[in-house]
T-cell receptor, first 114, second 112 residues
């Protein structure tokens, strides 16, 4: 199984600021994704992080608000820009294992925006 | 667009009971289906993965079945324990799209 290190685990931020979340995987993975889980809801896919190129965003999510980088196969960052209280959520990094195709998740980043 | 529904939304059972969680999906052209467990304040733990060509997978007290033609999956938990208390999420990846679409989850509480 893939071991994913995601940080920070939680943060409290002021409106209008930005936060960058990091995701580091200990093994080769085929794909990396970023999900959001709003309070009391299930997971929604934000984007697919593509190595060396622009991320592929889902409907309702845009690069200016959620810029994503993936400089190599095992590392990605998600930035939540110009935050508002509506961005308060858990953000999760996930990867598809190259060995068994299972999807694994980081422990998540609990973001609260005041 | 794939949609995943889970029933019931919440379930409370006494310890030792066998139980079934249900998942349905609208597009049968799936690549695989996964069941996850989510504990409060923690990430997701993968429980079982069923490929589209498979009918079921088993791990310990857990058994997941897949009926692709009817768009349904069930997660069977035998001899439930208080430690099984968590939210269980069903998710499917569609053919040609590896990202998962999640259901809203079933919140399970097993009473000691």
């Amino acid at each position: 199984s893939a071991v994913i290190s995601q940080k920070p685990s939680r943060d409290i931020c002021q409106r209008g600021t930005s936060l960058t979340i990091q995701c580091q995987v200990d093994s080769q993975v085929t794909m990396m994704f970023w999900y959001r889980q709003q309070p009391g809801q299930s997971l929604t896919l934000i984007a697919t992080a593509n190595q060396g190129s622009e991320a592929t965003y889902e409907s309702g999510f845009v690069i200016d608000k959620f810029p994503i980088s993936r400089p190599n196969l095992t590392f990605s960052t998600l930035t939540v820009s110009n935050m508002s209280p509506e961005d308060s959520s858990i953000y999760l990094c996930s990867v598809v294992s190259a060995t068994n195709e299972k999807l694994f998740f980081g422990s998540g980043t609990q973001l609260s925006v005041l | 667009k794939q949609e995943v529904t889970q029933i019931p939304a919440a379930l409370s059972v006494p310890e030792g009971e066998n139980l079934v969680l249900n998942c349905s999906f609208t597009d049968s052209a799936i690549y695989n289906l996964q069941w996850f467990r989510q504990d409060p304040g923690k990430g997701l733990t993968s429980l079982l993965l069923i490929q589209s060509s498979q009918r079921e997978q088993t791990s310990g007290r857990l058994n997941a079945s897949l009926d692709k033609s009817s768009g349904r999956s069930t997660l069977y938990i035998a001899a439930s324990q208080p430690g099984d208390s968590a939210t269980y999420l069903c998710a499917v990846s569609s053919a040609g799209r590896r990202a998962l679409t999640f259901g809203s989850g079933t919140r399970l509480q097993v009473q000691p």
